[in-house]
């Protein structure tokens, strides 16, 4: 047994070994094979530096493909036996331990730039041998016998020799000669090529122009022509070649002769065809890929007036949860029958369908109905998935959300379809998914703008385009002012001033929230001692206190506790003026850890608001453990106060809820208060403070002291 080579450069030899044992048979060469491996080693050496190259070179590859023309290696099963030992063993012994299957991608691409430097050089030299041929052809007929002589032998060696195929006709198309390298191309027959017309060698592939070209050739209204043509040989298959004609003409100018030479390129062209499948389809799936589906649609949508188009967007529900519990083989499997399936549902003409990624399909329809066609292609695709798919003796039930879009071509770019599908699709998702959604132009805007909103609030809050607005709360006893919620607003450049309800989400989704929310406190308590120095503190009820409203991100953030006690100290404030308002949602099931923060925060002294009480379905007792001192009604409480007389459910429901807050020693604020009779009607009932467009809409903070001026006169 050989042992394996050690080192890089003992691979790279090993490389330049195989390699020229498998192109030596094929080359017309006087070097001996160890030579000729020696010419092939820097050649193998360039492979092996682009293979790892930090970006792709095609120059490179294509040098490499022009320096085996350069070596002689002219023959195009050289460059087929070249290609084939590149890919199979080019990452084998250069790859190093490199990813596999990146350095496979980047060893494809340099094959095809091999392939195409090849095929210019290869094409160079003919042109070269052409224009020799055409000389020594002219010459031959020379009136000097001595001449003739000369120019019959070269004309007699180049012809012979050449690597290319050189055919000699008359006008009339009748074959007069044909070297050994056309003999081969047609596979070794002569009987097949000589005592034929060039008209015989029509193809159906033939591009219109072609026959044009020969016949503006033949009458001389041109001296040459270059085509791709296809030629049927013997066995049937097909002979791909680059093809050049010229005219030879006498020595008066007269049109005498037709010299067509031929390159070779079939193997190539198959190349170029793999290489082209694995770019535009799957390789998992078989199907269409992002790239391929573009160019279709791309298509469609420029198609002419009148036309339609239909376009359904696939993500599967669950998916990453299949992934997860059965491994990404059993989810690979799942999508290959999936995709079966969606083949199956794309059958009529003019529609196809793709996979853009991951668990992601769509499927287009094309034609003058698309209105009808694409809500029967969602049902088809709906009704495929249906039932269950068999992987691993396990059933599985496969679930899909999708968005169409439908509409006249030319009004819409692709990715502006696509992003309408896709917004769409997860419109579908989060209506409890299996199911289809149409697209709508309102929503597809929304979605845009909050798309927007998202991308540019981490920049906003420091570029101070927040601020923030009070509203006071009132005392329903005396009527005074007793201090004031923070609600933050959002200046935005394009959209101007954004109400919470907008923002907020994104905000916690982003996980912005959490600084967001330090920067209101720290505002808030900032105007907090700004009233105190104000007021100068002489209220018999105290300083205004300062309401801020506590997300649930903020309230699992590990720093609530720290932070708001450093902002606190920092600006002198009392922790008994602030008052933090959690929503009733987040505190429902809270476990002790989750509370733990909260009841750090009141044993300092800071009061706890039970934000929005009433919306949810907690236990009214739960508020024994919770360490809350405020509960704040929900506006819902009030809006069937407005009516005359008051809903008597509603005002038992209310009087209950205060009854028993009063009982636990909790502190009730109500929100919503639009009329002066609400307010009364909650006075009687017995609720502490209230606030609502009643006493003031939220505004700037010297709105405050003006309320409470009016107070103290009134």
């Known amino acids: 047994m050989t042992a394996e080579p050690d080192g890089p450069e003992d691979r790279l030899r090993r490389f330049a070994t195989i390699w020229s044992r498998a192109v030596f048979p094929v080359t017309s060469t006087s070097l001996t094979r160890p030579e000729f491996e020696q010419q092939l080693l820097p050649l193998a050496r360039r492979l092996s530096d682009a293979l790892h190259a930090r970006t792709h070179d095609a120059a490179e590859g294509q040098a490499v493909g022009a320096a085996l023309v350069a070596t002689h290696c002219t023959d195009p099963e050289a460059l087929s036996r070249t290609l084939d030992c590149v890919d199979a063993y080019l990452v084998l012994y250069c790859g190093g331990d490199g990813p596999q299957e990146a350095l496979r991608t980047r060893s494809a691409r340099l094959q095809h730039a091999m392939a195409a430097g090849f095929a210019q050089a290869l094409r160079e030299r003919t042109l070269t041998e052409q224009e020799s041929i055409s000389r020594a052809a002219l010459n031959a007929r020379s009136a000097v016998a001595d001449a003739l002589h000369a120019s ?11 690597a290319i195929g ?11 000669q044909v070297n050994r390298a056309m003999l081969r191309m047609f596979g070794g027959s002569e009987q097949h090529v000589r005592g034929k017309k060039v008209v015989e060698w029509t193809h159906p ?14 009458r001389g209204d041109r001296e040459h022509f270059h085509v791709e043509k296809a030629f049927s040989r013997p066995d049937g298959t097909a002979l791909w070649t680059n093809l050049s004609v010229s005219l030879l003409r006498d020595a008066d100018g007269q049109p005498q002769y037709q010299l067509a030479l031929m390159e070779d390129t079939t193997e190539r062209r198959l190349l170029n065809l793999r290489l082209r499948y694995e770019a535009t389809h799957d390789a998992l799936t078989g199907l269409p890929n992002r790239t391929l ?36 083989s059993a989810g690979d499997r799942l999508l290959v029958e999936v995709a079966d399936r969606l083949q199956a549902c794309t059958t009529a003409p003019g529609e196809m369908v793709a996979r853009l990624g ?10 003058p109905d698309t209105q009808t066609e694409v809500d029967e292609l969602a049902g088809r695709i709906m009704s495929a998935l249906a039932a269950p798919i068999r992987i691993d003796g396990r059933e599985l039930t496969v679930r899909g959300s999708i968005g169409v879009v439908e509409g006249p071509v030319g009004e819409r770019s692709p990715a502006e379809v696509l992003r309408s599908a896709d917004i769409t699709m997860y419109r579908a998702k989060s209506a409890g998914g299996n199911r289809f959604e149409l697209a709508d132009p309102e929503a597809d805007a929304r979605a845009i703008t909050r798309h927007g909103l998202t991308t540019a609030l981490p920049t906003a809050l420091d570029r101070g385009e927040f601020f923030i607005e009070y509203q006071p709360l009132v005392h329903l006893g005396d009527g005074s002012v007793r201090g004031a919620e923070a609600l933050v607003r ?25 600084p967001l929310g330090r920067w209101v406190l720290e505002q808030s308590v900032r105007q907090a001692v700004a009233w105190q120095e104000r007021h100068g503190g002489e209220e018999a009820a105290g300083p205004p206190r300062i309401n801020v409203n506590l997300s649930p991100c903020q309230l699992a953030h590990p720093g609530l506790v720290s932070d708001t006690v450093e902002i606190l100290e920092r600006a002198g404030l009392e922790p008994q003026v602030l008052c933090l308002e959690v929503t009733e949602s987040a505190l429902i099931g809270a476990d002790d850890e989750v509370l733990k923060p909260l009841r750090r925060l009141a044993d300092m002294g800071v009061d706890i608001a039970l934000d929005d009480f009433g919306t949810g379905y907690s236990n009214l007792a739960n508020l024994r453990r919770l360490p809350v001192s405020i509960v704040k009604l929900d506006r819902s409480f009030t809006r069937g106060m ?5 809903d008597p459910v509603d005002l038992k429901i209310v009087e209950g809820i205060v009854s028993l807050a009063h009982s636990l020693d909790l502190t009730v604020t109500v929100e919503g208060v639009e ?10 009932l017995g609720c502490d403070t209230a606030q609502g467009w009643y006493y003031a809409r939220p505004g700037p903070p010297e709105r405050l002291h003006e309320l409470a001026l009016v107070d103290a006169t009134g």
Not at 152 to 162: I, K, L, P, Q, W
Not at 490 to 514: C, K, M, N
Not at 642 to 646: E, G
Request: hydrophobic share 40%; net charge negative.
């Open 152 to 162: 019959e032998a070269r004309f007699r060696a180049v012809f012979e020799g050449a």
């Open 166 to 176: 050189i055919c000699m006709a008359d006008l009339e198309g009748n074959i007069l």
């Open 642 to 646: 407005q009516q005359y007389p008051a």
């Open 675 to 684: 009329t002066g009779a609400q307010a009364e009607q909650l006075r009687v």
């Open 490 to 514: 959002w200046l935005h450049p394009q959209h101007g001033v954004l109400s919470p309800d907008r923002f907020i989400p994104l905000a916690e989704h982003t996980g912005l929230i959490v």
């Open 293 to 328: 589906f573009f160019e279709r649609l791309e298509k469609a949508l420029s198609a002419g007036e009148g036309s339609r188009f239909g376009l359904c967007y696939l993500d599967l529900d669950g998916f990453k949860t299949i992934n997860d519990s059965l491994g990404h």
């Open 205 to 218: 592939e033939d591009a219109p122009h072609v026959w044009r070209l020969y016949e503006e050739l033949v």
């Open 358 to 367: 991951g668990d992601e399909f769509v499927a287009l329809t094309t034609g």
